[in-house]
Structures are given as structure tokens and as C-alpha cells.
């Protein structure tokens, strides 16, 4: 009996430690998107939608969740002076495993505005295979079109 009971504890013990929620934080520098293409939507005046694809590279990571660049493809529909988007982001590791976080927002067509948006971290591959995670990324896109933005939220790697 105590045997089955200290089994139970120490399997308790163990998949909550696996379970335990972790911090992203990583700030990102973006150069100029790497490729557009717009297309004007004929409803109403200033209705585009709009595929953006580009890359950034991690200027400062979390120790504990080191990402080092990522590519990214993005959906964004433009009416008048709001943008919502909706984004996929493909993440490098430091070891080399990747991390695959899905994202969505809105923002003001004035790029002076910063912007922000919800991400999900939906699947890695190597440590980062079962990884589940969610937070918000917030940023600015400057004049010569780079961009510098900082993500933040929580991550935990199941069996």
C-alpha cells in the first residue's frame, strides 16, 4: 500500500513539474517585410486584403525558452484606417528545434501607432514537440518599415 501511494505522489509530482507553466519573453527586430501582395477588395473605398511574409531575429530571449528567428506569413484585411491580422510565426530555437505559434489582432493603418496581438503557441518539434502556450506580442513598425516588438506569456512542455 505505501509503496502504490508513494508511486501515485511521485507520478503526481512529475506531471505537474512538466506541466509548470514557464515565461516567453523575446524581444524581436524586424527588417522590411519580405514580400506583399494587396488586393483591393471593390466594396468600399480603402477594403484590401493583404498576404505579408517576412522575418525577424531575437535580440533577447528568456533563458528558459531561448528563440533565436523566425519567418512569418500574415493575412491582414484593411478597412478604412483598421487592420486586422491574423498570422502564422515559425520559430528557430537556439538548439535547433523549432516552436509554431498562430496570432491574431488589430491595429491602426497610422503605422506612428504601436500595435499588439494575442498568440497561441500551438506545436515544436525535438524538446519543444508537446509545447502549449499563450501570451501577447505589442510593437511599432517605423518609418522605413522595420519593425521592434516584444512577446510575452506563459509556456509548458507536456509528456
Known sequence: MRKT???????????SAALAQRRVDTKWRCPKVSAIHSLAVGDA???????????????ASDAN???????YT?????LNA???VRGRMNVTM???????YSYEGSFL????????????????????????????CSGIVHADGTGDMECVGTFSIGR
Open 5 to 15: 501511494v508513494w508511486v501515485a505522489c511521485a507520478l503526481l509530482l512529475f506531471t
Open 45 to 59: 473605398p480603402n477594403h484590401n486584403y493583404t498576404i505579408i511574409q517576412g522575418s525577424c531575429k531575437s535580440t
Open 65 to 71: 525558452f531561448q528563440e533565436d528567428n523566425s519567418d
Open 74 to 78: 500574415e493575412f491582414q484585411e484593411m
Open 82 to 84: 483598421s487592420v486586422s
Open 94 to 100: 537556439r538548439n535547433g528545434d523549432k516552436v509554431f
Open 109 to 136: 493603418t497610422d503605422i506612428t501607432k504601436p500595435f499588439s496581438h494575442r498568440w497561441t503557441l500551438v506545436s515544436g518539434t525535438g524538446r519543444y514537440k508537446s509545447v502549449r502556450g499563450n501570451g501577447t
